[in-house]
T-cell receptor, first 116, second 118 residues
Framework: AQSVTQLGSHVSVSEGALVLLRCNYS??????LFWYVQYPNQGLQLLLK??????LVKGINGFEAEFKKSETSFHLTKPSAHMSDAAEYFC??????????????FGTGTRLQVTL | NAGVTQTPKFQVLKTGQSMTLQCAQD?????MYWYRQDPGMGLRLIYY???????DKGEVPNGYNVSRLNKREFSLRLESAAPSQTSVYFC?????????????????FGPGTRLTVL
């Protein structure tokens, strides 16, 4: 079964600093990969996704992620953190052959704190 | 468009009580999902419905039942609530549809229902 590991349940950065949230997946065949963000007391919102093609994926709010097959990783980055980026971030994978339903397996999440 | 809506937003139950969580989407999506979110465990799939008229178990289906009432609505029922079912429940939907056509499916999430079972 597919699994996703997010290293670090909490990450704290200063405003303006680089944001790096780590995600590794376990699969012999590269799956589809997603990053979702959850702001306090809200549902999840898609940040970006990798399906095929370019391995560097740009998302909303200045985030991007790079798919590295050799490292089975899909780390999320943002060059300069903003206070509004404080949220919980989830990495998710979708196997290539789940039929008509887009079943996702989520990581345990990383809470990002941004300090002044 | 409202997207995915869930009712209620909050609920407190006593052990053994039953309740139904409602979910509706107005995006004409084929597939719908129920997740629970617990601290340190991310989101876990309870049940899903690939298309109207079908439902399947996810990772943690025990203690729950679902009904895909029509294309828009997908409800989750707790027949006899237990404290272990205290959680935040999210409904989601995706375009889905024909095999292969939905490979880029993005899931759209509702705002969640916070359930406490005493």
């Amino acid at each position: 079964a597919q699994s996703v590991t997010q290293l670090g349940s909490h990450v704290s950065v200063s405003e303006g600093a680089l944001v790096l949230l780590r995600c590794n997946y376990s699969s012999s065949v590269p799956p589809y990969l997603f990053w979702y963000v959850q702001y306090p007391n809200q549902g999840l919102q898609l940040l970006l996704k990798y399906t095929t093609g370019a391995t560097l994926v740009k998302g909303i709010n200045g985030f991007e992620a790079e798919f590295k097959k050799s490292e089975t990783s899909f780390h999320l980055t943002k060059p300069s953190a903003h206070m509004s980026d404080a949220a919980e971030y989830f990495c998710a994978v979708r196997p290539l052959n789940t039929g008509t339903a887009s079943k996702l397996t989520f990581g345990t999440g990383t809470r990002l704190q941004v300090t002044l | 468009n409202a997207g995915v809506t869930q009712t209620p937003k909050f609920q407190v139950l006593k052990t053994g009580q039953s309740m139904t969580l409602q979910c509706a989407q107005d995006m004409n999506h084929n597939s719908m999902y129920w997740y629970r979110q617990d601290p340190g465990m991310g989101l876990r799939l309870i049940y899903y419905s690939a298309s109207e008229g079908t439902t399947d178990k996810g990772e943690v289906p025990n203690g729950y039942n679902v009904s895909r009432l029509n294309k828009r609505e997908f409800s989750l029922r707790l027949e006899s609530a237990a404290p272990s079912q205290t959680s935040v429940y999210f409904c989601a939907s995706s375009r889905g549809g024909l095999a292969g056509a939905g490979v880029y499916n993005e899931q759209f999430f509702g705002p969640g229902t916070r359930l406490t079972v005493l």
